[in-house]
């Protein structure tokens, strides 16, 4: 019953939340802390050399700033291989970063139908994703009439999800996103466009997990 109401008030504080009080995202009713990672976002000391990008709107801010702060070491890893390199002509494929379990993964892809796309969301890793050509098309589901539709299997779960109430986006290439555990999202859906060619920057981060317990992610289910 409190985690229930707790959802309730972050639904009218946080992107991407309705009237209803649907969730899409981690809530969040330290205003305190808000205030603290909005700050440090836009100041921008995580960035460790990379310029190109910042957050997409629709990134759960207290999210990117908490977890910074417990694994510091792997995100400056990342930015500064990002700054580093011109992701718009490197090779295609996987390069691993130095010194770290990261993998940058440089996809040339396409979008595709909305029905042929899968919703997904992870337990133990956060999506990183950078659109640096073409248009790509996302969606983040809400978490009150969206359900699990396979099982929980490495580090990925798929949903049945109301297209109604999902939340479309199309990020600008000065613009990432990330998708932490509780951002059930679809990825690579067309767009509007006859042009459906994109290359897209992944790279999966190790998610870690709170000291304090925590309510479960609603259909969790191991």
């Not at 580093?84 to 993998?103: A, C, R, Y």
């Not at 986006?169 to 996103?177: L, R």
């Not at 679809?186 to 000291?211: M, S």
Request: glycine share 4%.
């Amino acid at each position: 019953m409190k985690y229930t109401l707790l959802y309730i008030i972050a639904a009218l504080l946080l992107p991407f939340s309705t009237a209803s009080a649907q969730l899409y995202t981690k809530p969040c009713t330290d205003k305190k802390l808000m205030k603290e990672a909005k700050k440090w976002a836009k100041k921008g000391t995580w960035r460790n050399g990379f310029k190109s990008a910042s957050p997409d709107e629709t990134v759960n801010i207290v999210e990117f700033y908490t977890q910074y702060k417990k694994n510091p070491q792997q995100w400056d890893a990342m930015f500064k291989w990002l700054g580093e390199h011109d992701l718009t002509t490197i090779e295609k494929g996987k390069h691993p970063i130095e010194g770290t379990n990261l993998v940058v993964s440089v996809e040339d892809s396409n979008n595709e139908p909305e029905v042929k796309r899968r919703s997904e969301s992870h337990y133990h890793h956060i999506d990183f994703q950078w659109v640096v050509k073409g248009t790509e098309r996302f969606a983040i589901i809400d978490h009150e009439t969206s359900k699990p539709n396979t099982a929980y299997r490495p580090d990925v779960i798929h949903y049945a999800y109301e297209k109604d109430k999902a939340k479309y986006f199309e990020p600008a290439h000065d613009k990432f996103v990330l998708f932490f555990p509780y951002d059930w999202h679809v990825a690579k859906i067309a767009n509007d466009t006859d042009d459906q060619v994109i290359r897209v920057i992944v790279v999966k981060l190790d998610y870690a997990e709170e000291e304090a317990p925590k309510p479960e992610l609603p259909g969790r289910h191991r």
